[in-house]
């Protein structure tokens, strides 16, 4: 939707086929981090998009331990956005609508790459809509369809794991005006499973990291049991659980394994965001990735456009050359965290977490307590958008509607 929206305000002709009728899904990364909000900015879209419902977290903590502390970094937005991501969804495409170069079709599911005779070379898509089957031919097809995206399956590519499984539960608990300080967004540290929270403005957003293998264990142990759990990490939120999760039905269960393609391009095909390399909650960067992804996609491919040439393989080579570094490193850093995480539940699940005494120490080095913040939310390598001459001045820059 970024490069839909980029692309389009420089005039160039682009279709988004989205599979589903609508952006309302449960569990999507939430976490827009302060180096994506500064190109909001940068292309006038901050302003507009903060006045959409949103909750800010300048913390993280493990347990007591503010671990990360966002009021170090130099930006405009010192803080982590929590917003729904269908909401930042539907405002970012009624804002792509008024460009006459952009398209949107919900409900369009692109299902085959359409190829030249004799040659490799992508040409275009198959899409499905309401039963009918629609051909569309183009420059360059970018697959932005996710961590099991079927067009990365259609190119015949797979990416190599490169962190450690993890298995998580997924669920929500409401919030409550009351709750001020004492609940925080970070690791609920103190039972025996870490628990991670995230603030959302009426409701908390928790994943509780479970040993690969358990989930059928801790099933047949019932919810009783996993209410306890919560309830020796957080007891605020025990009764608050009982009365919520009152089913199976809703906790989501997610199988989550770091991986990235050797290479993220075919001649007429480029795959960005997690269909080039799948992230894993570590750190909430995935969403900051992808968009990082599309805005160096637009940077490389929109002065090609512009002059009236053709994409080719080194221009595609160029997108994954400045993403590939950044990604690659991030995907380290979530491995080592995981693997920590790993090691703690596999320990002894019947003692209780403690926090690590390096997280007490980290926040008091001087070096550590501005890199974590900078990591977190400007990347590895901070990304620009740097394609601002060529928008187009003579189509409306938002949409006053929305």
């Keep these: ?10 005039g160039v002709s682009t279709l988004l086929l989205e599979s589903q009728k609508d952006f309302d899904r449960d569990f999507r990364g939430d976490t827009l981090h302060a180096g994506v909000m500064d190109i909001f900015d940068a292309i006038g879209l901050a302003d507009r998009l903060l006045q959409l419902p949103h909750h800010k977290i300048r913390h993280l903590a493990i347990g007591p331990v503010n671990l990360v502390d966002f009021s170090w970094l130099k930006t405009k937005f010192p803080y982590v ?10 405002h970012l495409a009624g804002e792509a609508r008024a460009f006459p170069a952009t398209a ?12 030249d005779e004799g040659s490799q070379r992508i040409r275009g898509v198959r899409y499905r809509q309401d039963g009918q089957w629609t051909d569309v031919r183009c420059k360059l ?4 369809d996710g961590r099991g995206s079927h067009l990365r399956k259609e190119a015949g590519l797979a990416g190599r794991p490169v962190t450690d499984p993890l298995e998580v539960l997924w ?7 009351s709750d001020g300080e004492r609940i925080r967004s970070g690791a609920l540290i103190g039972g025996r499973l870490p628990f991670i929270l995230l603030e959302r403005p009426d409701y908390y957003q928790i994943a509780a990291v479970i040993k690969p293998g358990s989930f059928v264990r801790l099933r047949e142990e ?5 209410h306890q759990r919560i309830r020796e990490a957080a007891p605020d939120l025990y009764q608050r659980a009982q009365q919520t999760l009152d089913d199976w039905k809703r906790i989501a269960f997610l199988h989550v394994e770091g991986s990235r393609l050797d290479t993220w391009h075919l001649p007429g095909l ?37 002059s009236g040439a053709a994409i080719q393989q080194h221009h595609l080579s160029e997108i994954q050359r400045r993403r590939q570094g950044p990604t690659k490193w991030m995907q380290r850093l979530q491995r080592i965290a995981g693997r920590r995480v790993l090691t703690t539940i596999a320990a002894d699940e019947s003692k209780r977490i403690r926090v690590p005494w390096i997280a007490k120490i980290l926040p008091r080095l001087p070096f550590v307590r501005t890199l974590l913040p900078r990591l977190i939310a400007l990347g590895w390598k901070r990304t620009h958008c740097q394609i601002q001459a060529h928008f187009d001045a003579t189509v409306p820059s938002s949409n006053p509607s929305n």
């Design 1 to 10: 939707m970024v490069l839909a929206y980029l692309l389009g305000r420089c």
């Design 81 to 90: 956005t929590m917003m729904a991501q269908s909401l930042f969804l539907d």
């Design 222 to 226: 019932g919810l009783s049991a996993f």
């Design 104 to 115: 949107i079709e919900m409900g369009a599911n692109a299902r085959e790459l359409l190829r």
């Design 270 to 306: 480029l795959l960005i965001g997690d269909a080039a390399h799948v992230m894993t909650p570590v750190g909430g960067v995935g969403i900051n990735y992808a968009i990082w992804d599309a805005v160096e996609t637009a940077n490389v491919i929109v002065p090609v456009l512009k």
């Design 141 to 144: 097809v970018v697959a932005c």
């Design 171 to 177: 669920f929500r608990l409401p919030r409550e005006e």
